[in-house]
């Protein structure tokens, strides 16, 4: 069994920053890929971005110049900056078929 637990959500005003983390535990032997997908009300849950083992990464329009990914071990990370209202959403971590619960990001003044 994998567990994929976020934390680092909250509110920000625009401009801000904000750094969510994400630690996998469990039975784990190898993870290639790992990412960030977020949901916002009423939409589809999207990709954000997201890094495989040898540390290429991929990224969203919407996220490049802005967010960072990055990896160590069995955690990731993504270092959100000038965020905008528009990235407000439930943030969820995603790795081996098996998605966190969520952490709500919210861009408000």
């Known amino acids: 069994q994998v567990q994929l637990v976020e934390s680092g959500g909250g509110l920000v005003q625009p401009g801000g920053s904000l750094r969510l983390s994400c630690a996998a535990s469990g039975t784990i032997l190898f993870i290639d890929v790992m990412g960030w997908y977020r949901q916002a009300p009423g939409k589809q849950r999207e990709l954000v971005a997201e890094?495989?083992?040898?540390?290429r990464t991929n990224y969203a329009d919407s996220a490049k110049g802005r967010f960072t990914i990055s990896r160590e071990n069995r955690k990731v990370y993504l270092q959100m900056n000038s965020l905008k209202p528009e990235d407000t959403a439930v943030y969820y971590c995603y790795a081996l078929s098996h998605w966190g619960q969520g952490t709500q990001v919210t861009v408000s003044s």
């Open positions: 890094i495989n083992s040898l540390g």
